[in-house]
């Protein structure tokens, strides 16, 4: 063996039980090549070896604040009344930025910072994104769309004719700090990657999980500090005189981007890379060159379609939640905890018994499962067999696990077909991809909920038979089209990690392909901008392709 092989890198610790953990959890030293040495092993002892994951934590916490509906239900479904198709919109106005990623990616690849390919860019993204949160704190405050009697919001009473249209300045700010933490999360990834290329055969994806848990941790934080502070009559609570704002909130994520941006820099740990930086021409064409595969093509066009078609909504859920529902915050607090709690409890049985299974099978029982769930509740609570907050998010406490384990199968793909040296990039243009299909997936449920007229309150407060099979209509035309992405899934998705290999050398290279994926891609971006510049103006929000009852 030459001496460059055999030459082998110092542990960090070496009074630690590092041997006894490496087996533990499958993580082994990279060669001295192309590859990163990752002088990481997962260890409760050392902070520096958890880094990484407490920064899964924070972007969680932060992301969350956009992505889950638990979340941002109070302030915008509830004190600002914002529109049914408005509000699902938020969804995607929100990680508008969000798709930049790719190019991050391409920074983070080909442009270390002062030796650092991913911490200190991920430093960078806390920061814009402290700057964005502090901001948000000082705008001047709205008031509540309607007003409050005894302890209790009063319908009849509308005080504030614009606070939707107000809460929009609220969305650009946040959107510029989900573009700060759309970095950090790239990077983080990208060195998630680089650890789960570090992992044995027998281990893969072990590393994914951890990130995974980490972040239903964060998720726990955000959701009962949510449930909390905004339960007052203001936000759909029950705690008369709360002093506590949704202006809180945006201070707390301003104090966890503050702790992030030290996390990032100090307790974050990366090795320097042995190859001198890339240059971006060269970069360039290794990339293209690596688009040619038509294994990269499949991914592609599935991170396009699929989650388009898994992940569309009704209009009428959020009115359904608000009206028939009538969930309060600290019930959706708390419920999204005990979500969190499964997940976990569900990654640990993924990455105990299941890391070998075929990713087809999980996709195709896990959809499966969900729609039916799903539309189970939906038609309860509709139709008035049982209408309680309690029994309502039982369909997100059923489908909490299923969920997690799809996300962990478009994250584990994408982090197997990555090329060494092109792991950020690859990893943040599919990532883009899913941000493009995701705008699309508000477009197809509100598109489709449409011809049932399922926005507005009139509907649900009338709650009449025809109004009900209307609601149920909308419920079960998005359930339709959610199956949808299962023979798509199917198609295109290898069976693990052994067939991406496989593909990738029986499927061999098209050019062709590559140059439409790049356009079907450029267009999508192109889409998301349009979509989301739309939906933000107040002249446009009526249009029907964006949900509305057109203008």
Same mark, same amino acid.
């Given at each position: 063996?030459?001496?460059?092989?055999?030459?082998? =890198?110092?542990? *960090?610790?070496?009074? +630690?039980?590092?041997?006894?953990?490496?087996?533990?959890?499958?993580?082994?030293?990279?060669?001295?090549?192309?590859?990163?040495?990752?002088?990481?092993?997962?260890?409760?002892?050392?902070?520096?070896?958890?880094?990484?994951?407490? @920064?899964?934590?924070?972007?969680? *916490?932060?992301?969350?604040?956009?992505?889950?509906?638990?979340?941002?239900?109070?302030?915008?479904?509830?004190?600002?009344?914002?529109?049914?198709?408005?509000? +699902?919109?938020?969804?995607?106005?929100?990680?508008?930025?969000?798709?930049?990623?790719?190019?991050?990616?391409?920074?983070?690849?080909?442009?270390?910072?002062?030796?650092?390919?991913?911490?200190?860019?991920?430093?960078?993204?806390?920061?814009?994104?402290?700057?964005?949160?502090?901001?948000?704190?000082?705008?001047?405050?709205?008031?509540?769309?309607?007003?409050?009697?005894?302890?209790?919001?009063?319908?009849?009473? *509308?005080? $504030?004719?614009?606070?939707? @249209?107000?809460?929009?300045?609220?969305?650009?700010?946040?959107?510029?700090?989900? %573009?700060?933490?759309?970095?950090?999360?790239?990077?983080?990834?990208?060195?998630?990657? @680089?650890?789960? &290329?570090?992992?044995?055969?027998?281990?893969?994806?072990?590393? $994914?999980?951890?990130?995974?848990?980490?972040?239903?941790?964060?998720?726990? *934080?955000?959701?009962?500090?949510?449930?909390?502070?905004?339960? +007052?009559?203001?936000?759909?609570?029950?705690?008369?005189?709360?002093?506590?704002?949704?202006?809180?909130?945006?201070?707390?994520?301003?104090?966890?981007?503050?702790?992030?941006? %030290?996390?990032?820099?100090?307790?974050?740990?990366?090795?320097?890379?042995?190859?001198?930086?890339?240059?971006?021409?060269?970069?360039?064409?290794?990339?293209?060159?690596?688009?040619?595969?038509?294994?990269?093509?499949?991914?592609?066009?599935?991170?396009?379609?699929?989650?388009?078609?898994?992940?569309? &909504?009704?209009?009428?859920?959020?009115?359904?939640?608000? !009206?028939?529902?009538?969930?309060?915050?600290?019930?959706?607090?708390?419920? =999204?905890?005990?979500?969190?709690?499964?997940?976990?409890?569900?990654?640990?049985?993924?990455?105990?018994?299941?890391? &070998?299974?075929?990713?087809?099978?999980?996709?195709?029982?896990?959809?499966?499962?969900?729609?039916?769930?799903?539309?189970?509740?939906?038609?309860?609570?509709?139709?008035?067999?049982?209408?309680?907050?309690?029994?309502?998010?039982?369909?997100?406490?059923? !489908?909490?696990?299923?969920?997690?384990? $799809?996300?962990?199968?478009?994250?584990?793909? =994408?982090?197997?077909?990555?090329?060494?040296?092109?792991? =950020?990039?690859?990893?943040?243009?599919?990532?883009?991809?899913?941000?493009?299909?995701?705008?699309?997936?508000?477009?197809?449920?509100?598109?489709?909920?449409?011809?049932?007229?399922?926005?507005?309150?009139?509907?649900?407060?009338?709650?009449?038979?025809?109004?009900?099979?209307?609601?149920?209509?909308?419920?079960?035309?998005?359930?339709?089209?959610?199956?949808?992405?299962?023979?798509?899934?199917?198609?295109?998705?290898?069976?693990?990690?052994?067939?991406?290999?496989?593909?990738?050398?029986?499927?061999?290279?098209? &050019?062709?392909?590559?140059?439409?994926?790049?356009?079907? %891609?450029?267009?999508?971006?192109?889409?998301?901008?349009?979509?989301?510049?739309?939906?933000?103006?107040?002249?446009?929000?009526?249009?029907?392709?964006?949900?509305?009852?057109?203008?």
């Amino acid at each position: 063996m030459s001496e460059e092989t055999d030459k082998k =890198a110092e542990p *960090i610790d070496p009074d +630690s039980c590092v041997d006894n953990q490496v087996e533990q959890l499958g993580i082994k030293e990279l060669e001295a090549n192309d590859q990163p040495e990752l002088h990481t092993y997962i260890t409760w002892r050392k902070p520096r070896s958890l880094g990484l994951f407490y @920064d899964k934590t924070f972007q969680s *916490i932060t992301h969350k604040l956009v992505a889950t509906r638990v979340v941002h239900y109070p302030f915008f479904g509830v004190y600002l009344n914002t529109p049914g198709h408005r509000y +699902s919109a938020l969804t995607s106005i929100f990680p508008m930025f969000w798709s930049l990623k790719f190019f991050w990616g391409f920074l983070s690849d080909s442009r270390p910072i002062f030796g650092k390919n991913r911490i200190y860019y991920m430093a960078l993204g806390w920061f814009i994104s402290a700057v964005a949160y502090g901001v948000a704190s000082l705008l001047p405050y709205p008031g509540p769309y309607y007003g409050t009697d005894d302890c209790d919001i009063d319908k009849s009473v *509308i005080i $504030n004719e614009d606070a939707a @249209d107000s809460g929009m300045l609220y969305v650009l700010v946040m959107s510029v700090a989900i %573009f700060g933490v759309g970095i950090t999360d790239l990077a983080s990834d990208a060195l998630v990657v @680089d650890y789960v &290329k570090a992992e044995s055969d027998e281990n893969r994806g072990k590393s $994914n999980v951890f990130a995974q848990m980490f972040q239903s941790l964060g998720s726990i *934080i955000i959701f009962l500090t949510v449930g909390i502070m905004l339960n +007052s009559p203001e936000y759909g609570g029950s705690f008369c005189d709360f002093p506590f704002t949704f202006q809180h909130i945006l201070i707390i994520y301003f104090c966890i981007s503050v702790f992030g941006f %030290f996390n990032s820099s100090f307790l974050t740990v990366e090795t320097k890379r042995k190859r001198p930086p890339v240059m971006f021409k060269k970069m360039l064409s290794d990339f293209w060159n690596f688009m040619q595969y038509k294994i990269f093509q499949r991914c592609g066009a599935l991170f396009l379609m699929v989650p388009a078609l898994f992940m569309a &909504k009704s209009s009428a859920m959020v009115k359904i939640k608000k !009206n028939w529902a009538k969930v309060d915050p600290m019930m959706g607090a708390f419920s =999204a905890t005990a979500m969190a709690f499964c997940v976990i409890i569900g990654l640990y049985i993924l990455q105990r018994f299941f890391l &070998k299974a075929s990713w087809k099978k999980m996709f195709f029982i896990t959809k499966v499962y969900i729609a039916i769930a799903g539309l189970t509740v939906e038609g309860i609570t509709v139709f008035d067999v049982l209408r309680s907050q309690y029994f309502y998010f039982s369909e997100d406490l059923m !489908n909490s696990v299923a969920h997690a384990v $799809n996300l962990f199968i478009m994250l584990q793909l =994408a982090a197997e077909v990555s090329e060494d040296g092109l792991e =950020a990039l690859t990893f943040g243009m599919l990532m883009t991809n899913y941000t493009i299909s995701a705008s699309l997936a508000v477009v197809i449920g509100n598109v489709v909920s449409v011809p049932f007229d399922v926005t507005g309150d009139e509907r649900y407060i009338s709650d009449t038979t025809e109004d009900r099979w209307m609601v149920f209509g909308s419920e079960a035309a998005v359930t339709f089209v959610n199956l949808l992405s299962i023979p798509v899934f199917l198609l295109l998705c290898p069976k693990d990690k052994n067939d991406v290999n496989l593909k990738k050398e029986k499927l061999g290279k098209s &050019k062709v392909g590559a140059k439409i994926y790049l356009v079907c %891609f450029c267009l999508g971006y192109l889409f998301i901008f349009v979509f989301n510049a739309l939906i933000m103006i107040p002249s446009t929000q009526c249009l029907t392709i964006l949900g509305g009852r057109g203008c």
